[in-house]
């Protein structure tokens, strides 16, 4: 089925440990998103990438960096993780734009 | 900067009642695109309707619609004959025009809950 692929589901880091999300698309869009998802706050954008090659800080980029190396894959990294981290990650994609994005199924990480 | 506003955290209703689920906005934008996502218990992001700010008309999916008052930067969700699968968190986005205004922007979301 056509969509957003997100790897892994649930993730339990150890404080400083590092990890890195992959998220790969058979759509073919240019366009790709790292959400992060709180209680009570929504959703807010971490990175996101225009084109294969490009990315951009969103809202909340620190303590992460993102890889764009081929259309397909859009990974985000988080070199030492903390506490603060702990949070559902989504990953999406847009095609056309206006017409709103597809999401992946979502990352539950928890740093302890 | 845009901004979202969700004024109601949680909301409830009656199975088969109708609900709406109020959207406030903040943008100095003429054109742009609003949103309503549905989040299920199974954390899925669904696209629940879209509306395009240039159209007049309000949008409609089937027992969803909106009320787009753009002088009012107002966007609620109507939710006819409510179903026990409609249960969800309920998220409005907002999305302008172009490079990084092109990105969605949520509230912080509704919780409805569908009681039978």
């Known amino acids: 089925n056509a969509g957003v692929t997100q790897t892994p589901k649930f993730q339990v880091l150890k404080t400083g440990q590092s990890m890195t999300l992959q998220c790969a698309q058979d759509?073919?869009?240019?366009?790709m998103y790292w959400y992060r998802q709180d209680p009570g706050m929504g959703l807010r954008l971490i990175y996101y990438s225009a084109s294969e090659g490009t990315t951009d800080k969103g809202e909340v980029p620190n303590g992460y960096n993102v890889s764009r190396l081929n259309k397909r894959e859009f990974s985000l990294r988080l070199e030492s993780a903390a506490p603060s981290q702990t949070s559902v990650y989504f990953c999406?994609?847009?095609?056309?734009?206006?017409?709103?994005?597809?999401f992946g199924s979502g990352t539950r990480l928890t740093v302890v | 900067a845009q901004t979202v506003t969700q004024s109601q955290p949680e909301m409830s209703v009656q199975e088969a009642e109708t609900v709406t689920l109020s959207c406030t906005y903040d943008t100095s934008e003429n054109n742009y695109y609003l949103f309503w996502y549905k989040q299920p218990p199974s954390r899925q992001m669904i696209l629940v309707i879209r509306q395009e700010a240039y159209k007049q008309q309000n949008a409609t999916e089937n027992r969803f619609s909106v009320n787009f008052q753009k002088a009012a930067k107002s966007f609620s969700l109507k939710i006819s004959d409510s179903q026990l699968g409609d249960t969800a968190m309920y998220f409005c986005a907002f999305m302008g025009y172009g490079g990084s205004q092109g990105n969605l922007i949520f509230g912080k979301g509704t919780k409805l809950s569908v009681k039978p």
């Open positions: 999406a994609n847009q095609g056309q734009p206006g017409f709103g994005y597809t």
């Open positions: 759509m073919n869009h240019n366009s």
